[in-house]
T-cell receptor, first 115, second 115 residues
């Protein structure tokens, strides 16, 4: 069965601090896809990144970076030099190739960035 | 390009009534998924449709149903409403034709309040 755990419920940082959001997943499939989504206060979920299980390369996009480690079943997300606009709820998600076209989400981590 | 459109955005119903929510996916997207979002349970998968066929269903009672039309628009229906059905119902569309590789594009949601 597929499962996504985001142990951090809320994180509060001061602007310009770096922050890492943790995500641990469980799956029996060898082929699967991991995602991060952002839900700002306005409410609409926005896709940030997708990784497949065969690509463990870390990725950097501006102030965002992702660390995918199959050995620890983790897909962590780091925001460098956080900004107030980064305040949102961040969701990690998992989709299995044989999972029947279903993406499941972690509980989310609420990030507060204070000026 | 228009995003995912959900209607109505807000609605109030009383226990025992039924409700129908509508979702228009992004043009060209044939997969539509529905999620229920509540503070306590987070994002829970309801069902996914592709080419008018339900390919997967989450762990919800039979009171929750859905369908997809030939133009990929989708509706979900909740009958005999209960207080616990109060939630934000999110629709998401995806471009993929098969497999689980695609990211989800979400609408703003329909916020249902059951009194």
């Amino acid at each position: 069965a597929q499962k996504v755990t985001q142990a951090q419920t809320e994180i509060s940082v001061v602007e310009k601090e770096d922050v890492t959001l943790d995500c641990v997943y469980e799956t029996r499939d060898t082929t699967y896809y991991l995602f991060w989504y952002k839900q700002p206060p306005s409410g609409e979920l926005v896709f940030l990144i997708r990784r497949n299980s065969f690509d463990e390369q870390n990725e950097i996009s501006g102030r965002y970076s992702w660390n995918f480690q199959k050995s620890t079943s983790s897909f962590n997300f780091t925001i460098t030099a956080s900004q107030v606009v980064d305040s949102a709820v961040y969701f990690c998600a998992l989709s299995e190739a044989t999972g029947g076209f279903k993406t499941i989400f972690g509980a989310g981590t609420r990030l507060f960035v204070k000026a | 390009k228009a995003g995912v459109t959900q209607t109505p955005r807000y609605l109030i119903k009383t226990r025992g009534q039924q409700v129908t929510l509508s979702c228009s996916p992004i043009s060209g997207h044939r997969s539509v998924s529905w999620y229920q979002q509540t503070p306590g349970q987070g994002l829970q998968f309801l069902f996914e449709y592709f080419s008018e066929t339900q390919r997967n269903k989450g762990n919800f009672p039979g009171r929750f149903s859905g369908r997809q039309f030939s133009n990929s628009r989708s509706e979900m229906n909740v009958s005999t409403l209960e207080l616990g059905d109060s939630a934000l119902y999110l629709c998401a569309s995806s471009l993929v034709a098969s497999g689980n590789t695609g990211e989800l594009f979400f609408g703003e949601g329909s916020r249902l309040t059951v009194l």
